[in-house]
């Protein structure tokens, strides 16, 4: 089955530093997808990215698919408390009617006043 | 609309017991999941349905889970009998096809404690 890699596996930043994250997947992906949990709660998509090379941003959020298809990147800049969560993309095939995703293992993020 | 619904958000149940979860799909979405997440898994999906018929069970860890979906807002998913490594948060999201790509969104989860 597909794999998603993602890393790091958390991070411990302080408030107002940038932050990066990826995943890398095995296999090729249409739609690259990232959500945040935050703690008690389910994952809320942040952005969905749909092409090849197309960069999207959502306030101080900006998340790329990269060109080969089998990874994504995720940065925040600016990081403030609020940011804590859990981080997760999600890649998915979107061929024949199949719209299931695969979830990354996440990458934890803990921000320092 | 009010997202999708799940409850009771925390369980707290004595090995042996019957668990039943509940979920109502935000309306209109024609797709809805299971999902288990524990800290050594991850999220991990168990079941899917498509206007209410169950499309592929084979993340069920066995016998003792099963899951219905009796019309397009009310899906269960019950373990019986339950047994501790069954404690986990499990999560219901829906998805509407034809919408952009299926994006699936997410309940708030049951938290799960099987002592």
């Known amino acids: 089955g597909q794999q998603l890699n993602q890393s790091p596996q958390s991070m411990f930043i302080q408030e107002g530093e940038d932050v990066s994250m990826n995943c890398t997947s095995s296999?090729?992906?249409?739609?690259w997808l990232w959500y945040k949990q935050e703690p008690g709660e389910g994952p809320v998509l942040l952005i969905a990215?749909?092409?090849?090379?197309e960069l999207t941003s959502n306030g101080r959020l900006t998340a790329q698919f990269g060109i080969t298809r089998k990874d994504s990147f995720l940065n925040i800049s600016a990081s403030i408390p609020s940011d804590v969560g859990i981080y997760f993309c999600a890649g998915q095939m979107g061929t024949g009617g199949s719209y299931i995703p695969t979830f990354g293992r996440g990458t934890s993020l803990i921000v320092h006043p | 609309d009010a997202g999708v619904i799940q409850s009771p958000r925390h369980e707290v149940t004595e090995m042996g017991q019957e668990v039943t979860l509940r979920c109502k799909p935000i309306?209109?979405?024609?797709?809805l999941f299971w999902y288990r997440q524990t800290m050594m898994r991850g999220l991990e999906l168990l079941i899917y349905f498509n206007n209410n018929v169950p499309i592929d069970d084979s993340g069920m860890p066995e016998d003792r889970f099963s899951a219905k979906m009796p019309n397009a807002s009310f899906s269960t998913l019950k373990i019986q009998p339950s047994e501790p490594r069954d404690s986990a948060v499990y999560f219901c999201?829906?998805?509407?096809?034809?919408?952009?790509?299926?994006?699936?969104?997410f309940g708030a989860g049951t938290r799960l404690s099987v002592l």
């Open positions: 990215l749909y092409k090849a090379g």
């Open positions: 309306s209109g979405h024609d797709y």
């Open positions: 296999s090729i992906f249409n739609t």
């Open positions: 999201a829906s998805s509407r096809t034809g919408t952009v790509k299926n994006i699936q969104y």
